[in-house]
């Protein structure tokens, strides 16, 4: 469903991802781990096309981003950490819109997102007025809109509480089961209880992948020290 081929990307003289290959199989849930600063979201935005690739070739359900941006944007939902959400707008005057500007007609896409999402009780607040987990789902039913088969997310709890994590810690387990995800994040328990594979990346180069059976256990050790070993710079 994804798959990148060495890529790399640079910004100016430096390498923010350098030779990077994996694939993610269709209805995984892929847990992409690295600290700050890592190379995580410019990954995500190289997949989805924000950023052309310097070398390199990523492919998404069988299209080539390069050559086919538009149709690869048409195939992926993205929800950024820092959601571009209308915040003077309603819930559901938000949704119409999205809606619009992707060409959806059938508004019956927008009632099923609200329904997968959990968003009824709040479609007549204003964006600005709900908890951030409620913005959560809300970008989340955006970026679902058009029924995309592959759904990325950077960083997807990051300044929620304990109740909205696990609110949509199961939302996305629930997604996994019908699309490809890839969740971004630098919280290693929830990629222990989320995904089935996982990705570690530091200074923009692979440094593990496997599943977590293949990364903890058969290596007798936590997730928190394979990623402490992989990650810290060695003296």
């Given amino acids: 469903m994804i798959e990148l081929k060495n890529v ?10 350098e030779d990077v290959s994996f694939e993610v199989k269709a ?11 890592a190379g995580k979201t410019t990954t995500m935005r190289l997949i989805t096309g924000f950023f052309p690739a310097d070398e390199g070739q990523i492919i998404v359900d069988g299209l080539k981003v390069g050559e086919s941006p538009v149709e690869v ?25 999205i809606a619009e500007v992707r060409g959806i007609t059938d508004q019956s896409q927008v009632e099923e997102m609200i329904e997968v999402c959990g968003i009824q009780e709040v479609l007549k607040k204003e964006i600005q007025k709900l908890s ?12 679902m809109l058009h029924k995309p088969p592959v759904l990325i997310m950077d960083e997807p709890t990051s300044g929620l ?11 996305i387990k629930e997604l996994g089961k019908e699309k490809t995800v890839i969740l971004s994040t630098h919280i290693l328990s929830e990629v222990e209880l989320t995904c089935n594979r996982v990705i570690i ?3 923009g180069k692979i440094v593990g992948q496997g599943n977590l059976r293949e990364l903890t256990t058969d290596a007798d050790k936590t997730l928190e020290e394979v ?3 992989l990650t810290l710079p060695t003296e």
């Fill in 27 to 37: 209805g995984e849930i892929l847990g992409f781990l690295g600290p700050n600063g």
């Fill in 161 to 171: 509480d304990p109740n909205q994590i696990v609110e949509i810690r199961e939302l």
């Fill in 227 to 229: 990623f402490r070993e």
């Fill in 201 to 203: 990346i530091s200074h």
């Fill in 8 to 17: 790399t990307k640079r910004f100016g003289l430096k390498a923010a991802v």
């Fill in 73 to 97: 944007k048409r195939r992926i939902g993205y929800l950024p950490e820092d959601n571009p959400l209308y915040h003077f707008l309603k819930v559901r005057e938000y949704l119409r819109f």
């Fill in 132 to 143: 951030k987990g409620y913005r959560q789902r809300v970008g989340l039913a955006a970026a």
